[in-house]
Every structure is written in structure tokens, then in C-alpha cells.
């Protein structure tokens, strides 16, 4: 997309998916001026960075070392997590705390914004007095049946949210009586499919876009950006019945 200007050089930038092929990528690096990657995908990050042109990543999976064309942006994922200790710990009847990570075995280690979370969703419950234990995918069934009920579980997202819900449904366990879950992205689809349906945080993507494209467009014109970069945007917490108080 151009950057607003009249000017004939005004830049493009591409947003890469993982199934971007290597002669697209190519033929994407050679034409465009500057990057905005949503997803890291193995061979796009190499070639981008030895490109030597603006990029901008959202969510990198690991952190890179810094290099003067690169800004790694991230949602500010503290508070999304303490948002949700907030919740859960509001409830008052939450006897145990959990929180549903990711399956890992696919990369090579826990993703940035599911480490964030997970540390600041804890850290905000040791500061009220309560542990939080980890579950682990295909670990639903052990934690689930060990937890002291009820048991209040936040989700790295709404994906993993649901997942968890139905782990619960096939230990007979009700949602919201014996536990309570909320997952982030307020994925109305996924949270309305659910039985009941799902809470979750909303979070500003659009405004982080918004930031990420000055990011790019301060690195294209050679101005300073700190990398990372955090963007502190408005939550919003949508509260459905998977959090609901008991009946």
C-alpha cells in the first residue's frame, strides 16, 4: 500500500503469510520497499533481514538481535494477562488457578506472547495469595481431574480456551460450576460456538497495525525506532457465560 504521498517513490508494503512461495518472495523483496510481517514463517525472515530493507514483524515468535532495519512489535500481553486475573479473581468462588499454554513440539520454543502471559497471569495471582499451575496440551485430563474445584483457567487464546472446555465436557465437568475459562481475541465465532459460550479479551489489533505501518514508515525514512516496540491499546473484556457466577 502506498504511503499517502504524491511522491513517485512512495513505498509498498507486504504483509507474508506462511504459505508465501520462495519465487513470490523474491519477486516481493526485489519490488517492495519496506516489510510488515504478520507470521514468521522459516525462509522469509533470512531473506527479508539480508535484504537489508525496513521490516517490521507483529508477534515474532523469538527475538532477533537487533538490527537497524528491524522493529519487533508486540501486543502489550501484561496487560491482557492481569485484565484476566482481574476477572477470574472478581468471581470469588475460584478455588485453583490455571493457565492453558500451547503445544510447543511444533517450534522450537514457547512463543514470546504466550511466555508474557503466562508470567504476568501469574505474577498478578501470587500477588493476591493464589499459585497458578500450567496446563499443558494433552495434560487437560490430569490437571482438570487434580485441581481443586472450581478451577479458573485463562488461555493463551480463544483456540486453546475452547479446547479446554471441551477437554471439560468429556470429564463431566460444567462450565461454570466446577470451572470457569477465558481465552484473548474475542474470536466471535469461536466464542459463540462454544458450550456456553466463551469470555474473552478483545484486543486492539487495528490499532496496532496502525502503529506497526509508523514503525515501518519511520524506518523507511531513517528515524529512530526502538525495537521492541510495545503497543499499549485499549482491552476490552467480554464477559459471556463460561465465567458467569455458579447457579
Given at each position: 500500500?502506498?504511503?499517502?504521498?504524491?511522491?513517485?517513490?512512495?513505498?509498498?508494503?507486504?504483509?507474508?503469510?506462511?504459505?508465501?512461495?520462495?519465487?513470490?518472495?523474491?519477486?516481493?523483496?526485489?519490488?517492495?520497499?519496506?516489510?510488515?510481517?504478520?507470521?514468521?514463517?522459516?525462509?522469509?525472515p533470512r531473506k527479508l533481514l539480508q535484504s537489508g530493507k525496513p521490516l517490521v514483524v507483529i508477534d515474532p515468535d523469538v527475538h532477533h538481535r537487533p538490527m537497524p532495519n528491524l522493529c519487533e512489535h508486540f501486543i502489550d500481553n501484561d496487560i491482557i494477562a492481569k485484565a484476566a486475573a482481574r476477572h477470574l479473581l472478581s468471581l470469588g468462588h475460584c478455588k485453583s488457578f490455571a493457565f492453558a499454554t500451547l503445544d510447543i513440539r511444533t517450534c522450537a520454543r514457547e512463543p514470546i506472547f504466550v511466555q508474557e502471559r503466562r508470567k504476568a497471569f501469574a505474577a498478578a495471582l501470587y500477588a493476591q495469595g493464589f499459585a497458578c499451575a500450567t496446563i499443558a496440551p494433552g495434560e487437560e485430563a490430569l490437571m482438570l481431574t487434580t485441581l481443586t474445584r472450581p478451577i479458573a483457567v485463562?488461555?493463551?487464546?480463544?483456540?486453546?480456551?475452547?479446547?479446554?472446555?471441551?477437554?471439560?465436557r468429556k470429564l463431566n465437568l460444567r462450565v461454570p460450576r466446577d470451572l470457569v475459562v477465558i481465552g484473548v481475541d474475542n474470536n466471535t465465532i469461536q466464542c459463540e460456538s462454544t458450550t456456553p459460550p466463551l469470555s474473552s479479551i478483545e484486543v486492539d489489533f487495528a490499532g496496532s497495525a496502525i502503529q506497526a505501518c509508523h514503525e515501518l514508515d519511520d524506518l523507511m525514512h531513517n528515524r529512530h525506532v526502538a525495537s521492541p516496540c510495545v503497543y499499549h491499546g485499549d482491552i476490552l473484556l467480554v464477559s459471556r457465560k463460561s465465567t458467569a457466577a455458579p447457579t
Open positions: 500500500c502506498a504511503n499517502g504521498s504524491s511522491n513517485a517513490s512512495a513505498w509498498i508494503g507486504i504483509i507474508f503469510s506462511s504459505s508465501r512461495s520462495p519465487k513470490l518472495l523474491a519477486q516481493d523483496i526485489a519490488e517492495a520497499d519496506g516489510f510488515i510481517v504478520t507470521t514468521w514463517p522459516c525462509e522469509a485463562f488461555a493463551a487464546h480463544d483456540e486453546r480456551a475452547a479446547e479446554i472446555m471441551q477437554a471439560a
